[in-house]
C-alpha cells in the first residue's frame, strides 16, 4: 500500500530562517507528488507539484521541492520563512485520482 | 473562495446519532471525494463519486455512506456516530475528463463533527 511518512511533526523557526521539511513515500508505480498547505480555518491549498520532467520544482510564495528518486524523497524548502508561514504542511502522493497524505507537519514562525 | 462549498461549517452530534455533511463542487468539476481528517493527521479519503455512483473507496466501513446528485453536489452520511468519528470532514472536486493533474483538485474549507 502506498505510504507518506514526514519526518517532522512539529517545527518552530524564527523569521528569515531557512526552512526543510522531509517527505518521504512508498509507492511502485509513476509518482505524482504534492505538498498543500493548511492555513489555520482555511482550506488546503496547493503549493507545488511534480509529475515529470525537472525534478526541483517551484511553487508559489517561494517555496521548493526537490523530488530524489533513489531516496524516494520529495522535501519542501524555503530560504527564508516568514511569520505568514505559520500553518500545517502536507506531503501527498496521487497513485490515481485521490490522495494519500503524509500526517502533516506543523510550522510555528516566530516573529 | 475556495470553490468548494461545504455545510455546515461546524456541528455537534451525540454517539449513535446520525449525521449528513453537503458539498457543493467547484464549478466545471463533476467529480467528488471526501475525506476525513482527524486532529493532528493528515487527510484520509472515504470515498470518490461519479456519474452519481461511488467509483472509489478508502479503509472506512459501511457507516459512511454517501451520495452524488445530478447537479454533481454530494452528502456524505456517517450512521451510528461514534467518538471517533469526531474529525474535520473535507470534500474535494475535481474534473474526470480532465484529471487530477490538468484540471486541478480543489478542497473546501471542511466541516468539524465533534461528537459527544
Known amino acids: 500500500a502506498q505510504s507518506v511518512s514526514q519526518h517532522n511533526h512539529h517545527v518552530i523557526l524564527s523569521e528569515a530562517a531557512s526552512l526543510e521539511l522531509g517527505c518521504n513515500y512508498s509507492y511502485g508505480g509513476t509518482v505524482n507528488l504534492f505538498w498543500y498547505v493548511q492555513y489555520p480555518g482555511q482550506h488546503l491549498q496547493l503549493l507545488l507539484k511534480y509529475f515529470s520532467g525537472d525534478p526541483l520544482v517551484k511553487g508559489i510564495k517561494g517555496f521548493e521541492a526537490e523530488f530524489i528518486k533513489s531516496k524516494f524523497s520529495f522535501n519542501l524548502r524555503k530560504p527564508s520563512v516568514q511569520w505568514s508561514d505559520t500553518a500545517e504542511y502536507f506531503c501527498?502522493?496521487?497513485?490515481?485520482?485521490?490522495?494519500?497524505f503524509g500526517p502533516g507537519t506543523r510550522l510555528s514562525v516566530l516573529p | 473562495d475556495a470553490g468548494v462549498t461545504q455545510s455546515p461549517t461546524h456541528l455537534i452530534k451525540t454517539r449513535g446519532q446520525q449525521v449528513t455533511l453537503r458539498c457543493s463542487p467547484k464549478s466545471g468539476h463533476d467529480t467528488v471525494s471526501w475525506y476525513q481528517q482527524a486532529l493532528g493527521q493528515g487527510p484520509q479519503f472515504i470515498f470518490q463519486?461519479?456519474?452519481?455512483?461511488?467509483?472509489q473507496r478508502g479503509n472506512f466501513p459501511d457507516r459512511f455512506s454517501g451520495h452524488q446528485f445530478p447537479n454533481y453536489s454530494s452528502e456524505l452520511n456517517v450512521n451510528a456516530l461514534l467518538l471517533g468519528d469526531s474529525a474535520l470532514y473535507l470534500c474535494?472536486?475535481?474534473?474526470?475528463?480532465?484529471?487530477?493533474?490538468?484540471?486541478?483538485?480543489?478542497f473546501g474549507s471542511g466541516t468539524r463533527l465533534t461528537v459527544v
Open positions: 501527498a502522493v496521487l497513485p490515481g485520482q485521490n490522495f494519500v
Open positions: 463519486y461519479y456519474e452519481e455512483e461511488e467509483r
Open positions: 474535494a472536486s475535481s474534473s474526470t475528463g480532465l484529471g487530477v493533474l490538468f484540471g486541478g483538485y480543489t
